[in-house]
């Protein structure tokens, strides 16, 4: 079956405004479906939804949105209960470097409540939904940070740990109501992610490949890692104490413990 006839005309991204939620959007448009985008920066949102829209001939609605606001899942779904959205990328997100103790308190409760608490609810509120239609999709955007304790991004590591748990839970709960659940968990991969967190930026995945190898697995894996080498990293965590890799990576992370 075609992507769009299996996930219906609409889809929702959130953190469309860069990276790897912009691919997504551009993707989804590909396949003939209409990308509804949502972040905090309005004009980025504009260029990219016009950019969509000359390309592909496809709708493509935008919301301005913040989603460390506690009632934006609510606003949200209220904004697009007109569009039959068939599809959920739960994307947005974003880390932070340091030691936990020491980070600026008010930007570590913005990650819990975009990264943990809207990501839970979005995922909660769309996925009713799309069980009532009886039938939709959901992408869950972690991160291979989840398999592993992340001293050098603590909190960060814990929110994406909670998000990969969250995912692969629910996906056991609503099994066989014809709702596809991928838990997509990147490594490093280029987008703005670097700079927003405060870290030095790195080599990593370009965003278009990862965003489509979620696409590619969505109904197909429960857990996905892009990327042949990272895909290692995740199957070699079994075969080490959690010891061993709690110290493994704070030497690859040891850098933002300096203060
Ligand atoms: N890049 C990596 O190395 C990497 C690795 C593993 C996992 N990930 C995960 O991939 C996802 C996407 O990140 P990315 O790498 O594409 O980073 P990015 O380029 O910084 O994109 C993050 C997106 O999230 C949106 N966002 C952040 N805070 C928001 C808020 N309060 N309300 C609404 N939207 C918000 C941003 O939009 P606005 O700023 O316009 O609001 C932006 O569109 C994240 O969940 C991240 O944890 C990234």
Request: glycine share 10%.
């Amino acid at each position: 079956m075609q992507f769009k006839e299996k996930y219906g005309k609409y889809a929702l991204v959130t953190g469309a405004s860069s990276g790897i939620g912009k691919e997504f959007a551009y993707l989804l448009a590909e396949r003939g479906v209409n990308p509804i985008l949502v972040a905090r920066r309005e004009e980025r949102l504009k260029e990219i939804s016009s950019g969509i829209i000359s390309k592909y001939n496809v709708e493509s609605p935008f919301f301005k949105v913040d989603l460390s606001e506690e009632q934006s899942y609510k606003t949200l779904f209220q904004l697009t209960e007109k569009y039959d959205i068939g599809l959920l990328i739960n994307n947005a997100g974003f880390g932070y470097y340091g030691r936990f103790i020491n980070q600026n308190e008010e930007k570590q409760e913005k990650m819990i409540k975009v990264n943990v608490f809207t990501f839970a609810m979005l995922t909660k509120v769309f996925s009713k939904y799309f069980v009532e239609k009886g039938r939709g999709g959901i992408i869950l955007v972690s991160s291979l940070a989840s398999f592993q304790p992340t001293a050098g991004m603590a909190l960060y590591g814990a929110t994406k740990g909670f998000e990969l748990l969250l995912g692969e839970a629910f996906y056991e709960e609503i099994k066989g109501k014809n709702v596809d659940v991928t838990v997509l968990c990147p490594s490093a991969t280029l987008t703005e992610f670097q700079s927003v967190a405060e870290g030095v930026p790195h080599k990593g995945m370009k965003a278009r490949d990862v965003a489509l190898y979620g696409i590619k697995k969505l109904g197909k894996n429960v857990i996905t890692i892009p990327g042949f080498g990272n895909k290692i990293v995740g199957k070699l965590y079994r075969f080490f104490p959690r010891s061993f890799i709690r110290w493994a990576t704070k030497i690859v992370l040891g850098g933002y413990l300096k203060d």
